[in-house]
């Protein structure tokens, strides 16, 4: 089975300050990857995925993300951040069945 | 609009008292799954169904039901609700192009006292 893994279940950063919020999966390459947002009281919103196509991966509201084999990784990035990033985020894998395995999540804070 | 509806979004009971919780899609989405969000754990799925009439259990499905008996409604049954099933509980459904990922409903928030 696959697993997800995001380091750091909190992050602060300043307002127009890179954000990175890391997400490793399990050794096995996922046919699909996924960041969702999650605003509070709302539920959770596709942010962006990788399907195979490109390595670089970019999302709505200026995100972006990059899959590196090598690495298993799936980070997520945004150059400056902006207040309205304060969220969480769940990185999330697909198989080719029916099963998605989800991260336990990074809530980031923006610092003004 | 392509959504997810869940009903209620916030429900406060008593343990033992059965409640149902709703949710239909409008995307004629073969499966839809249930999760629930506890802090620190992320999201666990409690059940899921590949169409109508099939369900299966997913990672926690201790104490609770669900029936799919229409293929836009999926209801989450919690027979008999216990403390611990205090939650923060999500609908979810997926298209057979599993690249599109899941669509969420907007959850519904349980508080069993």
């Known amino acids: 089975a696959q697993s997800v893994t995001q380091l750091g279940s909190h992050v602060s950063v300043s307002e127009g300050a890179l954000v990175l919020l890391r997400c490793n999966y399990s050794?096995?390459?996922?046919?699909?990857l996924f960041w969702y947002v999650q605003y509070p009281n709302q539920g959770l919103q596709l942010l962006l995925k990788y399907t195979s196509a490109a390595t670089l991966v970019k999302g709505i509201n200026g995100f972006e993300a990059e899959f590196k084999k090598s690495e298993t990784s799936f980070h997520l990035t945004k150059p400056s951040a902006h207040m309205s990033d304060a969220a969480e985020y769940f990185c999330?894998?697909?198989?080719?069945?029916?099963?998605?395995?989800f991260g336990t999540g990074t809530s980031l804070t923006v610092i003004p | 609009e392509a959504q997810v509806t869940q009903n209620p979004r916030y429900l406060i009971t008593v343990t033992g008292k059965k409640l149902t919780v709703t949710c239909s899609q409008n995307m004629n989405h073969e499966y839809m799954s249930w999760y629930r969000q506890d802090p620190g754990l992320g999201l666990r799925q409690i059940y899921y169904s590949m169409n109508v009439e099939v369900t299966d259990k997913g990672d926690v499905p201790e104490g609770y039901k669900v029936s799919r008996k229409e293929k836009r409604n999926f209801p989450l049954i919690l027979e008999s609700p216990s403390p611990n099933q205090t939650s923060l509980y999500f609908c979810a459904s997926l298209s057979r192009d599993r690249g599109s990922g899941y669509t969420f409903g907007s959850g519904t928030r349980l508080t069993v006292v």
């Open positions: 999330a894998v697909g198989t080719t069945g029916n099963q998605f395995y």
């Open positions: 050794s096995s390459v996922p046919p699909y």
